[in-house]
């Protein structure tokens, strides 16, 4: 009987170990509710488990608030079916509540007073239960904050006493007659640091306030003519034409009967030196300073003309500057496009502005003598240096040539120019046919023909006849001759 027993108990510590096929173990815990029934060690699948809502909570609608054991041992899921009793809005006058969350069971408020109000109690409320009642375990009130009597001042009366001043009260004062309140005439009760009643500014002075007539040499008034001036009276002034003003336009009577800021100065106006410009010169003497609407007029410099519908003159401005200059009001003149016989200016250059150079070159036979040339100034304008380079093309001939069994006179020569002479001569045993000289043409060609040297008979040993040359021997009585 004992071992039976045994066995039923292990049977039954089976069942209840988690994981045990088919039945539910610990039911879920809700902070919202319990359950109705007392707890078991373990629910067969099917059980439908009933729970109530705990005190604070009441049931969320149409929720039911059942659970049911399921075919693999766990419990069935369910969302909040009970939820806080409402608390309702916390009544807070002159002031706000604000919260993250809502105003159930459970739920927490912060409250802050509205400006000038001073909150007292705590800040925090809770919405609790008691006697199964939720509400506000506490709630602050918001008290008005008050100022210090507003205080008394000599020589003048406080208007709108009162027993109390509270936020955003206020006074005034007034001053006795001929004397000049400085500062607010009304002050409002307001709040330092959150919580203490101050005035919004001191309470003003009475006193007499006078400030000078006051003078602006080459200047003049514009608005404050008369020759009293008390608190916060302003003048306005005016420079002069030709004066610049140092200083402030507008002066203000303060309270220590001076002007503030101080009265203005009227200085002349003078510009200094004009400025240099590389291509133009003033037409009349400059001096060191010149008055406002001092006009300077410039001139070109030679190699340089006015720009069309460019202003040359510049102008003292009131700010002691000169006008800007029309820019390159002077524009540099042009020389004329070289035309070079028998030759071709160096790139492609289309402008020849004053101060250009230029570089030639020659078609053969031709060479230069000069090969540059710069536009420069020349009487009014411009023209080219050299002015004579163009027709500078000069013709020359080639070396001369050499001949066979002869020698020319040109061998020094470089470069032959038109008329020079090269004259030729032959070897020992060898006679010349032709002219001796050649001249350099004007077309740079030597002129032809050229002279040929002949071998001769009863020359030097070893001198030939020339190949192809005719041998005609004659009779004449009793001499040879030989051509
Ligand atoms: C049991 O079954 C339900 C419904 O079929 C499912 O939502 C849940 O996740 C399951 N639980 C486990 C632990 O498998
Ligand atoms: C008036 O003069 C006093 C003393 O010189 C100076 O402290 C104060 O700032 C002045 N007030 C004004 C408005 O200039
Ligand atoms: C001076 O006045 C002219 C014209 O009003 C202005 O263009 C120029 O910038 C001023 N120069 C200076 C230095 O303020
Ligand atoms: C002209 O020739 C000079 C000297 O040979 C050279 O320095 C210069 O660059 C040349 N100018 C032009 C425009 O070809
Ligand atoms: C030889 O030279 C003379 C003078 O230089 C010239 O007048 C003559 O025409 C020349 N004769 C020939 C054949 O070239």
């Known amino acids: ?19 045990a096929a088919g039945d539910c173990l610990q039911p879920p815990r809700f902070q919202f509710a319990e359950p109705v029934s007392v707890p078991q060690l373990s629910y067969p699948v099917g059980t439908m488990l009933r729970y109530r809502c705990r005190p604070g909570y009441v049931r969320n609608g149409a929720e039911t608030p059942d659970i049911t054991c399921l075919e693999n041992s766990s419990w069935s899921k369910k969302s ?38 001073q909150l007292v109690g705590s800040p925090f409320a809770e ?7 939720v509400a506000w375990n506490t709630i602050p009130f918001c008290q008005i904050i008050l100022c210090p009597p507003p205080p008394k001042i000599e020589n003048g009366q406080l208007l709108g006493e009162s ?54 040499p080459n200047g003049r008034r514009l608005s404050g003519f008369g020759s009293e001036h008390t608190y916060r009276d302003q003048v306005t002034f005016e420079c002069n034409i030709g004066y ?15 002007w503030t800021p101080p009265v203005p100065t009227c200085t002349q106006i003078l510009c200094g030196r004009p400025p240099q410009f590389p291509f ?34 510049i102008t003292c401005q009131s700010n002691e500057t000169w006008s800007a200059a029309d820019p390159d009001f002077c524009v540099r003149q042009q020389c004329s496009a070289p035309k070079v016989e028998h030759g071709a200016v160096v790139g492609d250059v289309k402008e020849f502005p004053y101060e250009t ?43 001369p040539p050499n001949i066979a069994n002869g020698q020319h006179s040109g061998r020094s020569l470089e470069m032959p120019t038109p008329g020079v002479t090269v004259t030729y001569s032959c070897k ?34 070893g001198a030939g006849c020339p190949v192809g040359s005719q041998l005609t021997v004659e009779r004449r009585g009793w001499l040879w001759s030989v051509r």
């Open 428 to 461: 020992e045993g060898y006679e010349r046919l032709g002219n001796a000289s050649i001249t350099c043409t004007d077309r740079g060609v030597w002129s032809r023909p050229l002279p040929r040297c002949h071998g001769v008979w009863g020359g030097r040993k």
């Open 280 to 313: 133009a010169t003033p037409m009349t003497a400059v001096k060191d300073k010149s008055e406002f609407g001092t006009e300077v007029t410039y001139h070109c410099n030679p190699g340089y003309t006015a720009a069309p519908g460019k202003s040359s003159v």
């Open 244 to 258: 610049s003003m140092k200083g402030s336009r507008v002066i203000t009577c303060d309270a220590n009967s001076t």
């Open 1 to 19: 009987a004992t071992r039976a027993m045994a066995l039923r108990w292990l049977c039954v510590l089976l069942l209840a170990l988690p994981g």
């Open 80 to 117: 909040a079916f009970c939820i806080g009793k409402p608390c309702g809005q916390p009544d807070i006058k002159n002031g706000n509540f604000h919260t993250d969350t809502d105003l159930r069971f459970g739920a927490t408020v912060t409250f802050t007073c509205h400006p000038g109000y």
């Open 357 to 399: 150079a230029v570089n030639f070159t020659c078609n053969a036979p031709y060479t230069l003598k000069q090969n540059s040339a710069k536009c420069v100034v020349a009487g009014d304008g411009v023209d080219w240096d050299p002015g004579d380079f163009f027709p500078s093309a000069e013709v020359t001939c080639p070396r």
């Open 163 to 216: 027993d109390a001043f509270s936020f955003g009260m206020s006074v005034s004062y007034r001053c006795n007659k001929g004397l000049s309140l400085i500062g607010d005439d009304t002050i409002y009760c307001t709040v330092a640091d959150g919580s203490q009643g101050v005035w919004s500014s001191p309470a003003p002075e009475c006193k007499e306030v006078k400030c000078e007539n006051p003078q602006v």
């Open 127 to 133: 919405c609790t239960l008691k006697n199964d009642q």
